[in-house]
């Protein structure tokens, strides 16, 4: 542990002597920093019209496509094509992208970091959501990295995609937490040894003080 985290630790109550020694905290995205803005499936859904299940479906088959780095805007004309909808794509995809950020669970982000750990944003995402997200949220003032599936050419829970991390952020897997609310995801990074926790989506700032406190991270 260093001195600095060690200092703040005692300040603030954090990370006790017991505790895994953490270099860093993973955050998955959807279901643990954000989630969906209420109305954005009616939205979307009436697109489709009396197709509305087929198209939802074939939106979900293109976001799969290009996790890993083709061009979600190319997908997606293509089903606005097959479903003989004319309007722009940026008409049917809402330019924020439905996305409702958990400005609580941002605040014990920084509070993490407070404590001396650097954390990072770890998510599966193509690439239009993804730059967007980049771009305008302003996550690069609350994480010290922003992992994005399409950019490494990998998506969880392929081992490939922690490897990159592993690799970008330079610390062996036992000095890493990921948080994620997908069960293959934390599967996914335990294989490599990273020590990981299944998040109950959307379950806020309550269940990530619990899951911290298991490795001696007290918010």
């Known amino acids: 542990m260093d001195s600095k985290r060690e200092a ?28 969906p803005r209420d109305g954005w499936f009616e939205e979307l859904t009436a697109w489709g019209g009396s ?10 088959e293109a976001d799969m496509s290009c996790l890993t780095g083709k061009d979600f805007g190319a997908a997606m004309r293509g089903v606005l094509s097959q479903f003989h909808i004319d309007a722009p794509l940026e008409d049917v995809i809402d330019q924020h992208f439905w996305i409702e950020v958990r400005q609580p669970m941002l605040a014990a982000v920084r509070a993490v970091r407070d404590l001396g750990l650097r954390c990072a944003l770890a998510t599966n995402q193509q690439n239009m959501r993804g730059a967007y997200m980049r771009s305008s949220l302003g996550f690069e003032t609350i ?10 050419g990998f998506a969880k829970p392929d081992a490939g995609y922690f490897q990159a991390i592993m690799d970008r952020i330079n610390v062996p897997p036992h000095r890493v937490l990921f948080i994620d609310d997908h ?25 990530l003080a619990s899951i911290l406190a298991r490795y001696g991270v007290q918010l």
């Open 8 to 35: 703040r630790a005692a300040e603030k109550g954090g990370v006790s002597c017991a505790a895994v020694d953490l270099d860093w905290v993973l955050f998955d995205a959807d279901g643990v920093i954000q989630g």
């Open 51 to 60: 197709r509305a299940d087929e198209f939802m479906l074939a939106i979900a």
């Open 143 to 152: 994480f010290d990295e922003q992992f994005y599936s399409y950019e490494l």
């Open 183 to 207: 069960e293959g995801n934390v599967a996914g990074a335990s294989e490599l040894g990273i020590y990981s926790e299944l998040f109950a989506r959307d379950g806020g700032v309550p269940v």
